[in-house]
């Protein structure tokens, strides 16, 4: 009985994902009120899918507080060691990730330090075992991930470009821009549509950018993450949904309205339709008899003697008159 159900639809099921593209998919965007999806691509697969239904675009985003004062936090032990500048990565290290862009990036400039964060799921170790700048440091917890952020030069979002990245938000490249830290990213729709992120095609590509960005003022990338915030899109989706809950109540009250036995509507389409053959008739003479019988015997002689009338305010076809009568 919610005053609104939401389907918050944030990964393409295709692809890696494409075991969620099943019929429990389709029942749960078919009996949402709404649906919001996080990317310019995955709004068009719904949109074709359910044209009538509201859908809302609404990007993922960052956790503005939790990562602003990132660069004024002390550097973990483990990033000590590590020279600078660190082009850093955090989040999955799973198949969609460009392996090939990165490793040529820190072979072409060994005076760049790569930083990877989190759940190794392609044996990053092995992948990257000739190349000595690159350094795994494992999965963290989100706390702690301020203090490694804060540490990066440059924030990596190194996806393979294709239909699934295409359809993905990046929360980390907000995080990152929520932290000061610039970004680069391959040509993933959401990235290229980013007016702060960087992005390219190639290593040498992203050589270029990294040195355009590299000295990027925080103040002004802060600036655009703090309007990118999850408290911003709340802000902004909370009016719609709102609105969509009053539609919603105004719609079903309609319907209770159309469809109460106390409505002319109800027993128009009643009449119409089943009357007849359901013996509507015969039921109007039956509770007119009822009446009659219950009525105490004083007030039946008062009505028979015209001191009292006889009223029938009833909404169906009158065929209680003659039995009052």
Partial sequence: HADLVVFDYIDEAAEEFSVWNNLDLQKAMEAA???TVVSQRLYHIVKHLFPEKPLILMP???DFEHFCDAKKVAA???LQHISKPILGFMGSIASWIDVSIVKEVAKQRLDWSIVLLGNDYIGVES???DCPNVFFLGRKFYHELPSYVGQFAVGMVPFQVRDMTHSSSPIKMYEYLAAGVPVISTPIQEAIDC???ATGAT?????NEIERIITKHPEELQSFALQESWEARVKQIEPILSDLAKNKERKQVERRETFSPTTSTYWDIRFLTDWENLNGRNQTSFFANVIIDYL????KKEIQNSTYHLCDVGCALG??????A
């Fill in 319 to 324: 065929d209680g008159i003659p039995v009052y």
């Fill in 60 to 62: 993922n985003a960052a």
């Fill in 33 to 35: 009120d709404v649906i």
């Fill in 127 to 129: 992948l990257f075992a």
């Fill in 195 to 197: 007016p702060y992120v």
């Fill in 76 to 78: 973990p032990l483990e």
């Fill in 203 to 207: 290593a040498t590509e992203w050589v």
């Fill in 296 to 299: 105490p015997q004083n007030i």
